[in-house]
T-cell receptor
């Protein structure tokens, strides 16, 4: 079975400072991992995905994530937070057998001016 | 290319009623999945349809059902509504089942009174 654990339910940063959102995964297979973002009253938007190519994945809006198999982690980072980054972020793993997505509990990001 | 569209966006029903939600996938996408999002349970998989057939089902009671039409549009139905069915219902599409990335619609927010 696949699962993900997001280690922080809430992260607060100042505008212009780095953002780190932590995600650990559990998978019996080589996983496909995703980060999605959800702004208030909106659907989910794909930020980036890892599918066994390069371990450092670059996404939209300056986000990137590093896949570390030894640590079973897929942390999301951004060097400089912007007010528009305030949202909820979900780490997601895809089951290679039936392609079902399993979501983490989400991390709410607050950006202080 | 137009994204995933869901109708209606907001819905208010009373206990015991039934409701039908609609999802139009991205043009060319044949797989449609449905998810329920609540503050308490997070994002949970409901079911997936591909080529008019249900391919996967999550752990929801039989009151939750769906179907897919030949044009890939999908509907989900909830009968005998309960207060706990109040949620954001998200639809996601992908080109085929093996495609790694799902694209989400804006969701339908259902309130059961």
């Amino acid at each position: 079975a696949q699962s993900v654990t997001q280690l922080d339910s809430h992260v607060s940063v100042s505008e212009g400072t780095p953002v780190l959102l932590r995600c650990n995964y559990s998978s019996s297979y080589s996983p496909s991992l995703f980060w999605y973002v959800q702004h208030p009253n909106k659907g989910l938007q794909l930020l980036l995905k890892y599918t066994s190519a390069a371990t450092l994945v670059k996404g939209i809006n300056g986000f990137e994530a590093e896949f570390k198999k030894s640590e079973t982690s897929f942390h999301l980072t951004k060097p400089s937070a912007h007010m528009s980054d305030a949202a909820e972020y979900f780490c997601v793993v895809s089951d290679p057998n039936d392609y079902k997505l399993s979501f983490g509990a989400g991390t709410t990001v607050t950006v202080r001016a | 290319k137009a994204g995933v569209t869901q109708t209606p966006r907001y819905l208010i029903k009373t206990r015991g009623q039934q409701v039908t939600l609609s999802c139009s996938p991205i043009s060319g996408h044949r797989s449609v999945s449905w998810y329920q999002q609540t503050p308490g349970q997070g994002l949970q998989f409901l079911f997936e349809y591909f080529s008019e057939t249900q391919r996967n089902k999550g752990n929801f009671p039989g009151r939750f059902s769906g179907r897919q039409f030949s044009n890939s549009r999908s509907e989900m139905n909830v009968s005998t509504l309960e207060l706990g069915d109040s949620a954001l219902y998200l639809c996601a599409s992908r080109r085929y089942r093996e495609a790694e990335t799902q694209y989400f619609g804006p969701g339908t927010r259902l309130l059961v009174l």
